[in-house]
C-alpha cells in the first residue's frame, strides 16, 4: 500500500485534496480525520501540517507527500522534488518599509522576521550578510510596525498583505514556490506504485492546461493548419464524406485555443470546436 502525506490545514489542502479526488483517490470526508485508506486504488493518506510532511517523508515512513517547494527547503530534510504540480504558487521575499532598506547589502545588522528562519537563513549566509533572524508563526507583515524586526521574510502571492501593512518588497525574490510532489532522497526512483500515482497527477495536469480541438479543413490547407495544432504528438486527420476536405483532432494549450480558432479560421478551417479533457494518460 502506498502511503501519502496530505496538506491537512492551510493554503495548500483544499487544492492538493481537489487535485487528488480528479486523479480517482478517495478523499476524507470531514477535515478532523487525520488518516484514510482508499482500498481500491491501495492508497493510504495521513493528513499532516504542511511544515511536518518533508520531515515525515525523509524519515522513510511514508513514500510521498504533497507540500510546498519552499517548506520543503525551510525544512532542510532529506527529502526532494519530483513533481511540480501548478497551485499555490508564490514568491518568496523579503519586504519592509517604503525608503528604508535598498537591497540585499542593506540587511546587514537588521533583524528579519520570518516563519521560514531556514531558507532566510540560508540566504543570507550564501549572501554573506550578518543579519539576525528571528522566527514568528504568521501574520508577519505586523511585526515591523510592532517593533520586532525591520524587515521581513514572507510568501507573497497578490501582495495584497504587503500592501495593507504599508510594505513593499526588497530585492530580487529569495525563491519561487508552487505546490510539489516529494519523495526520500535516493529513494528508488523506479517504485511502479510511485510511479503510477505520479502518471495520474499528470493526466490531471493535462487535462487542466489542455482541451481537445477538432476541425474540418480543405486539403490544401491541411499543411498550415497541422502547423497550428501539432498536437502533443501529431494530430489525427481523417477522411470526410466531401472529397477535398479532412476532419482534425489535436491537443492545444486551454490558454491558446481561441487564437489558435481563430488563426484556423482566418486559413479556411471551419467546424472548429474545443472539447474538455476530463482524465489522461500521455
Ligand atoms: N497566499 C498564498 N498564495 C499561495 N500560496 C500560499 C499562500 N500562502 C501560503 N502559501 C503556500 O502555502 C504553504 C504554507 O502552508 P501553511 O499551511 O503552512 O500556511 P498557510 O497556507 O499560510 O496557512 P496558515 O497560515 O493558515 O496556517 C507554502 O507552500 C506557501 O508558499
Ligand atoms: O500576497 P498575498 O496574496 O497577500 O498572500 C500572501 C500572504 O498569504 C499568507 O498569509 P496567510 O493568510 O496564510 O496568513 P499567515 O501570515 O498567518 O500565514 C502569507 O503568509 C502572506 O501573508
Ligand atoms: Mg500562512
Redesign the pocket.
Known amino acids: 500500500m502506498l502511503r501519502i502525506a496530505v ?1 491537512n ?4 489542502s483544499g487544492p492538493a485534496a481537489e487535485m487528488l479526488h480528479e486523479a480517482g483517490y478517495q478523499q476524507r470526508r470531514e477535515s478532523k480525520e487525520l488518516r484514510i485508506v482508499d482500498p481500491t486504488n491501495e492508497v493510504e493518506f495521513f493528513y499532516l501540517r ?2 511536518d510532511i518533508a520531515i515525515y517523508v525523509a524519515s522513510g515512513q511514508l513514500d510521498i507527500g504533497l ?5 520543503l527547503i525551510d525544512s532542510g530534510a532529506d527529502a526532494e522534488e519530483i513533481l511540480p504540480l501548478g497551485f ?3 514568491t518568496f521575499r523579503y519586504a519592509s518599509k517604503p525608503g528604508t532598506i535598498s537591497g540585499l547589502a542593506d540587511l546587514a545588522g537588521k533583524t528579519v522576521a520570518t516563519s521560514y528562519e531556514g531558507i532566510v537563513a540560508g540566504h543570507l549566509a550564501d549572501h554573506g550578510i550578518d543579519a539576525s533572524v528571528v522566527h514568528l508563526d ?1 501574520a508577519v507583515e505586523t511585526a515591523i510596525q510592532l517593533g520586532v524586526a525591520q524587515v521581513i521574510a514572507d ?1 507573497v ?1 497578490t501582495g495584497t498583505s504587503l500592501r495593507n501593512a504599508g510594505l513593499e518588497v526588497v530585492a530580487e525574490p529569495i525563491m519561487q ?1 508552487e ?1 510539489v510532489v516529494i519523495r526520500r532522497t535516493g529513494a528508488d526512483p523506479d517504485d511502479p506504485k510511485v510511479q503510477q500515482f505520479l502518471r495520474r497527477l499528470q493526466g490531471v495536469l493535462v487535462a487542466r492546461t489542455y482541451v481537445m480541438m477538432d476541425y474540418d479543413c480543405r486539403v490544401e490547407q491541411l499543411e498550415k493548419a497541422v502547423a497550428l495544432t501539432p498536437g502533443l504528438e501529431s494530430p489525427t486527420v481523417s477522411p470526410l464524406h466531401n472529397e477535398g476536405w479532412v476532419a482534425v483532432r489535436a491537443m492545444v494549450p486551454a490558454k491558446e485555443a481561441q487564437r489558435i480558432m481563430d488563426d484556423l479560421y482566418d486559413i479556411g478551417a471551419r467546424a472548429i470546436l474545443t472539447t474538455a479533457i476530463h482524465a489522461c494518460r500521455l
Open positions: 496538506p490545514k492551510g493554503s495548500l504542511p511544515r507540500t510546498g517547494r519552499d517548506l499555490a504558487r508564490s504568521g510568501v502571492e514556490s505546490a
